[in-house]
């Protein structure tokens, strides 16, 4: 697992959290997920953490702004 992980291209830390999910997280990830598991990452994306965090630096993102966003809900 090692060499794999060091072969794949790795987010540099100046993108911002929205460049991340789209370019990285939810193309090899989300999209890789089953129907409701990818239904539920993007309503939490687009609904929770987008609207906070998309336009923020990776390398700025702390965790206090994750904390701020509160516990999952369910729906």
Known sequence: MRESNQNAPRPRASITLGELWDQH????VVDKMKRNTRAMYQD???????PVLSGKRMRNVASLDLDRLGPARRS
Do not use: Q, S, V, Y
């Open 44 to 50: 939490r994306w687009g609904k929770r953490i987008a």
């Open 25 to 28: 997280f939810k193309p090899n």
